[in-house]
T-cell receptor, first 113, second 114 residues
Framework: SQKIEQNSEALNIQEGKTATLTCNYT??????LQWYRQDPGRGPVFLLL?????KEKRKERLKVTFDTTLKQSLFHITASQPADSATYLC????????????FGTGTQLKVEL | EAGVTQSPTHLIKTRGQQATLRCSPI?????VYWYQQALGLGLQFLLW???????NRGNFPPRFSGRQFPNYSSELNVNALELEDSALYLC?????????????FGDGTRLSIL
């Protein structure tokens, strides 16, 4: 069966450290992978998109990698800040999938002082 | 630029009733998507509308339906409400129907079924 797995347990890190979040998928061949941030009571906010033929994408303190052989994406936040505390969602979009995003359940990140 | 707006913010219904949720996309966006986010579950794709037509549908029963109006706003209707329909319903929009676009989300309608 098709599955998207993210760290189910919350990730607690110290301010200033790099947070690394994992997204693993099985039985999918995604064309694109997107990362979103969701704060409590709010809708998801788009962060980064990476295509299947791209290995890495960066935006300010954010970096995402995409390994289609391992079927894994890693999302890094460098120099993390308490304001980065949120739930981070990965989402797959399949070629010909009708713009449907299939989401993982998310990883809750808490950045402590 | 105003973002995606959804109404109402909260909606309380009883089993068997019908619910109508509304969404206004970002100005100039023609595609609207609906997702269900139940407690402890990820976002589940419900429906995609573009230019007034239903373009894709998720694995939900027919009592979940919707439409898109000429001004690109959209409505989600849920008939014969069941307890398990309690969830946050999120609407998103994109500029057009091309793939490879970030989806811009509203803050959702919290539907509670008593």
């Amino acid at each position: 069966s098709q599955k998207i797995e993210q760290n189910s347990e919350a990730l607690n890190i110290q301010e200033g450290k790099t947070a690394t979040l994992t997204c693993n998928y099985t039985n999918y061949s995604p064309a694109y992978l997107q990362w979103y941030r969701q704060d409590p009571g709010r809708g998801p906010v788009f962060l980064l998109l990476i295509r299947e033929n791209e290995k890495e994408k960066r935006k300010e303190r954010l970096k995402v990698t995409f390994d289609t052989t391992l079927k894994q994406s890693l999302f890094h936040i460098t120099a993390s800040q308490p304001a980065d505390s949120a739930t981070y969602l990965c989402a797959l979009e399949l070629t010909g999938g009708g713009n449907k995003l299939t989401f993982g359940t998310g990883t809750q990140l808490k950045v402590e002082l | 630029e105003a973002g995606v707006t959804q109404s109402p913010t909260h909606l309380i219904k009883t089993r068997g009733q019908q619910a109508t949720l509304r969404c206004s996309p970002i100005s100039g966006h023609t595609s609207v998507y609906w997702y269900q986010q139940a407690l402890g579950l990820g976002l589940q794709f419900l429906l995609w509308y573009d230019e007034g037509e239903e373009r894709n549908r998720g694995n939900f029963p027919p009592r979940f339906s919707g439409r898109q109006f000429p001004n690109y706003s959209s409505e989600l209707n849920v008939n014969a409400l069941e307890l398990e329909d309690s969830a946050l319903y999120l609407c998103a929009s994109t500029l057009d129907r091309r793939d490879n676009q970030p989806q811009h989300f509203g803050d959702g309608t919290r539907l509670s079924i008593l």
